[in-house]
């Protein structure tokens, strides 16, 4: 494959990646970071949450910032690391760590790295497609240049709209906002896919003997593998995808051999996390936290305070699945909710389904029987007088089967015997994760972690069977392609409005909040209390109960919550020396009560829930 990029390539690609960096950088820093983020702050600074390694400051009536911000050992950070998040996203805190030691601890500057690891990915995205597609019967060039679009080659367009894909996908523009390590480990399982695909292709292509250049790749595939699984734990299930991969096409034996090497290596320098470091109690939680949301489904499944957790019956099961399959692919995304409306949605399909059988059953006819033409559109519009809901989203949902047809003829139509093992490791790598995330919840008798965000490794693929659909709409006739094109942009008016909710705070699927966070108040009650304490001051902090998952992990020495606490010494200056308590019989108000007079000024009023967490 050429390595060569025309300047209109070149030109696309850099304002796809600013556009990208942009939608991931606008009001990153505008609502507070919600709990988990609070979990990484905190544990990227070696605290663990409630203080089980800062007895020597919380076990005194009286601490200070100082106090608080003593020097942490890798003691301090492993414990922080174990206790907080079982001994998860080590690469990950690390990654957090160092930038914020360059860029402070601002909620801007925490999640910059979730921005930045996610335009990388995007990035990436060209570099896997336009190395895997470059044997398409599409080809490398283009006709004569006679305009801006038609002097790039193929390969290139193809690689270009699964960047623009994946640059307004909104699964990863709102990851691409919050401080967790989902971004970090996308970029890293994509980055493993493509460095063991590499090696595929070598082995495939005459290499049948090791050579340096190989056993570097080898190398780099190995350490990808440590750091992604060191970044999420279900990163691993990207790694069963490739083994799947290997087990199908693989018959190279000298790389089999090569391959169980590196897992093996990899592997046992994962395992002393688990023995000795913060995966200690990886396990035991996994396994507390499995009977706590099982005890959830059976007892209280609906008002538990962590939303729905059904028991995991196979019904059960398949209705907490569907919106995470219909939000991988962006042009079904949302449409989870209209699936459940049998009555209606029955309807939809099956006209997509008669849509469907025309288009194939004409596809190569160059001159069909005129009512060929309308037909689709007609087929398509035929459901909306009978639907009693949602009849635009219901319209959406009739295209989703002539979409997948369309990517199924691109299949058949573009690519070569070797493409078409890509598509099917595409395939593996869009439902392994998630049909792993369904046999885990049956395995545990709950359905709490059926989340998107969990199987969220799947997106860079769907982008590029995404496109293939794509690509292939533009090369059928008209009387095929307009009425979908029609649909696609009501669906990207969905998209927009998605993109809207997720920067206005108000995108429950993303978001995690229906109303819009405030600022974060801990760093402005530090910023007040820096303006206003004086020597003799006490500050008052609120004796928040949170819910203890652990006895083992969360428990710690205190009679009081010591989460406020940290979360506002966090933000106070370093060398301080303010003197503050946490007020056992105060739930909500943070107080500086001024040494002469004794007056108490209320420098953030919680009001109960409504702004716990930065809510």
């Known amino acids: 494959m050429s390595t060569y990029l025309s300047r209109n390539t070149l030109f696309l690609l850099a304002a796809l990646l600013v556009l990208a960096l942009g939608l991931r950088m606008y009001r990153i820093g505008t609502y507070s970071i919600y709990f988990d983020e609070?979990?990484?702050?905190?544990?990227?600074?070696?605290?663990?949450?409630?203080?089980?390694?800062?007895?020597?400051?919380?076990?005194?009536?009286?601490?200070?910032?100082?106090?608080?911000?003593?020097?942490?050992?890798?003691?301090?950070?492993?414990?922080?690391?174990?206790?907080?998040?079982?001994?998860?996203?080590?690469?990950?805190?690390?990654?957090?760590?160092?930038?914020?030691?360059?860029?402070?601890?601002?909620?801007?500057?925490?999640?910059?790295?979730?921005?930045?690891?996610?335009?990388?990915?995007?990035?990436?995205?060209?570099?896997?497609?336009?190395?895997?597609?470059?044997?398409?019967?599409?080809?490398?060039?283009?006709?004569?240049?006679?305009?801006?679009?038609?002097?790039?080659?193929?390969?290139?367009?193809?690689?270009?709209?699964?960047?623009?894909?994946?640059?307004?996908?909104?699964?990863?523009?709102?990851?691409?906002?919050?401080?967790?390590?989902?971004?970090?480990?996308?970029?890293?399982?994509?980055?493993?896919?493509?460095?063991?695909?590499?090696?595929?292709?070598?082995?495939?292509?005459?290499?049948?003997?090791?050579?340096?250049?190989?056993?570097?790749?080898?190398?780099?595939?190995?350490?990808?593998?440590?750091?992604?699984?060191?970044?999420?734990?279900?990163?691993?299930?990207?790694?069963?995808?490739?083994?799947?991969?290997?087990?199908?096409?693989?018959?190279?034996?000298?790389?089999?051999?090569?391959?169980?090497?590196?897992?093996?290596?990899?592997?046992?320098?994962?395992?002393?996390?688990?023995?000795?470091?913060?995966?200690?109690?990886?396990?035991?939680?996994?396994?507390?936290?499995?009977?706590?949301?099982?005890?959830?489904?059976?007892?209280?499944?609906?008002?538990?305070?962590?939303?729905?957790?059904?028991?995991?019956?196979?019904?059960?099961?398949?209705?907490?699945?569907?919106?995470?399959?219909?939000?991988?692919?962006?042009?079904?995304?949302?449409?989870?909710?209209?699936?459940?409306?049998?009555?209606?949605?029955?309807?939809?399909?099956?006209?997509?389904?008669?849509?469907?059988?025309?288009?194939?059953r004409y596809w190569l006819v160059t001159s069909p029987p005129r009512w060929v033409y309308g037909a689709v559109p007609v087929i398509l519009l035929a459901g909306l007088p009978f639907y009693t809901v949602l009849p635009l989203r219901l319209l959406v949902l009739s295209i989703a089967i002539p979409f997948l047809y369309l990517i199924y003829r691109y299949v058949a139509d573009q690519t070569d015997s070797n493409q078409k093992k890509l598509v099917a490791l595409l395939l593996i790598l869009t439902f392994v994760p998630t049909l792993f995330l369904l046999f885990m919840a049956w395995r545990s008798g709950h359905t709490f972690g059926i989340t998107q965000r969990y199987s969220g490794f799947s997106f860079p693929y769907v982008c590029i069977l995404v496109v293939m659909g794509m690509y292939q709409l533009t090369n059928t006739r008209w009387w095929f392609s307009l009425p979908i094109v029609a649909v696609l942009l009501i669906q990207a008016t969905h998209i927009i409005t998605l993109l809207g909710d997720i920067y206005g705070d108000r995108s429950l699927k993303y978001s995690y909040f229906a109303e819009p966070r405030i600022p974060n108040p801990y760093r402005a009650s530090a910023l007040q209390l820096e303006k206003l304490y004086e020597p003799g001051d006490t500050i008052l902090i609120p004796n928040k109960k949170r819910m203890i998952y652990s006895e083992e992990i969360d428990k710690t020495y205190s009679n009081v919550s010591l989460f406020e606490a940290q979360l506002l010494n966090i933000y106070l200056p370093k060398d301080a020396h303010y003197v503050q308590h946490v007020d056992p019989d105060e739930p909500n108000r943070i107080v500086l009560v001024k040494g002469r007079s004794g007056k108490k000024i209320t420098i953030f009023d919680f009001k109960g829930t409504t702004y716990r967490y930065g809510g």
């Open 38 to 360: 609070q979990a990484t702050l905190l544990v990227s600074q070696g605290v663990a949450i409630e203080g089980a390694n800062q007895r020597e400051v919380f076990s005194k009536p009286y601490f200070t910032p100082a106090e608080f911000w003593r020097t942490k050992t890798v003691a301090d950070y492993v414990e922080a690391n174990t206790r907080s998040d079982i001994g998860n996203s080590l690469t990950y805190y690390i990654i957090v760590w160092l930038w914020t030691k360059l860029f402070g601890l601002s909620d801007t500057a925490l999640r910059m790295p979730s921005a930045i690891f996610g335009t990388l990915m995007v990035g990436l995205i060209f570099l896997f497609v336009r190395r895997r597609l470059r044997n398409t019967r599409t080809g490398l060039e283009s006709g004569p240049a006679t305009s801006f679009l038609s002097s790039i080659p193929t390969i290139d367009k193809l690689a270009l709209a699964s960047v623009a894909i994946a640059t307004i996908e909104p699964f990863f523009v709102a990851y691409g906002h919050i401080a967790r390590n989902y971004s970090v480990t996308f970029f890293l399982t994509l980055l493993s896919t493509h460095l063991f695909m590499i090696i595929m292709d070598r082995v495939e292509f005459g290499h049948k003997t090791a050579t340096p250049a190989l056993a570097w790749l080898y190398v780099g595939y190995g350490l990808s593998f440590i750091a992604a699984i060191l970044s999420h734990y279900l990163a691993v299930t990207v790694f069963i995808c490739h083994g799947l991969y290997a087990v199908l096409y693989l018959r190279n034996s000298r790389a089999w051999v090569w391959l169980s090497l590196t897992a093996v290596v990899s592997l046992v320098l994962i395992v002393p996390w688990f023995i000795w470091g913060g995966g200690e109690y990886t396990f035991p939680t996994l396994e507390y936290q499995k009977n706590f949301y099982r005890n959830l489904a059976l007892t209280n499944p609906l008002h538990n305070g962590f939303g729905i957790i059904l028991p995991a019956t196979f019904p059960n099961i398949a209705k907490q699945a569907l919106p995470v399959f219909s939000d991988l692919f962006i042009v079904t995304n949302g449409l989870a909710n209209v699936v459940t409306g049998l009555r209606n949605s029955i309807p939809a399909l099956l006209l997509g389904l008669l849509a469907t059988v025309v288009m194939h």
